[in-house]
């Protein structure tokens, strides 16, 4: 089991990194006035998408397989507030990729204040799911 901890640790920290640096391209793209650089920042955009879509599935695999292998905080508060927190991110994943597809499709109206806020989210949920993990107050 700690082989399968390994890896969904390391594909969370993976996911993660997208999860940070996808909302920071979206606030570029919001700012590009010149064609060329939001070409250039949508295909950016899009690989980085594409990238972080099996490092979410597979973080949720492992996470998936702890929680069956350990039975870890079943009936605990702590367990569900930290599955709560991991379907917010699933959530906030797929906003990612309606707001590329925006982008792509030129019909953003966010500004790039809007995506500065955005790309806080996944520090807080990922607070969350480490307090849970770490401090299990409930």
Same mark, same amino acid.
């Given at each position: 089991m700690?082989?399968i901890?390994?890896l969904?640790?390391?594909?969370v920290?993976?996911?993660?990194a997208?999860?940070?640096?996808?909302?920071?391209?979206?606030?570029?793209?919001?700012?590009?006035?010149d064609?060329?650089?939001?070409?250039?920042? @949508?295909?950016?955009?899009?690989? $980085?998408? *594409?990238?972080? !879509?099996?490092?979410? /599935?597979?973080s =949720?695999?492992? %996470? #998936?397989? @702890?929680?069956?292998?350990?039975? $870890?905080? *079943?009936?605990? !508060?702590?367990?569900? /507030?930290?599955? =709560?927190?991991? %379907? #917010?991110?699933i959530?906030?994943?797929?906003?990612?990729? *309606?707001?590329?597809?925006?982008?792509?499709?030129?019909?953003?109206?966010?500004?790039?204040?809007?995506?500065?806020?955005?790309?806080?989210?996944?520090?807080?949920?990922?607070?969350?799911?480490?307090a849970?993990?770490?401090v299990?107050?409930f």
């Amino acid at each position: 089991m700690l082989w399968i901890k390994t890896l969904h640790i390391l594909f969370v920290t993976s996911w993660f990194a997208g999860l940070f640096y996808l909302p920071r391209i979206y606030v570029n793209l919001a700012q590009a006035q010149d064609a060329a650089v939001h070409a250039w920042l @949508l295909g950016m955009a899009r690989r $980085l998408y *594409r990238f972080m !879509a099996p490092l979410a /599935v597979l973080s =949720v695999v492992f %996470g #998936l397989w @702890l929680y069956l292998g350990y039975g $870890l905080g *079943r009936g605990q !508060a702590w367990m569900h /507030v930290k599955l =709560v927190a991991v %379907g #917010l991110l699933i959530i906030y994943h797929l906003a990612c990729g *309606r707001i590329l597809q925006a982008f792509a499709q030129g019909r953003n109206i966010r500004s790039h204040r809007y995506y500065r806020w955005f790309n806080e989210i996944p520090v807080i949920l990922l607070l969350v799911v480490i307090a849970m993990v770490v401090v299990r107050p409930f």
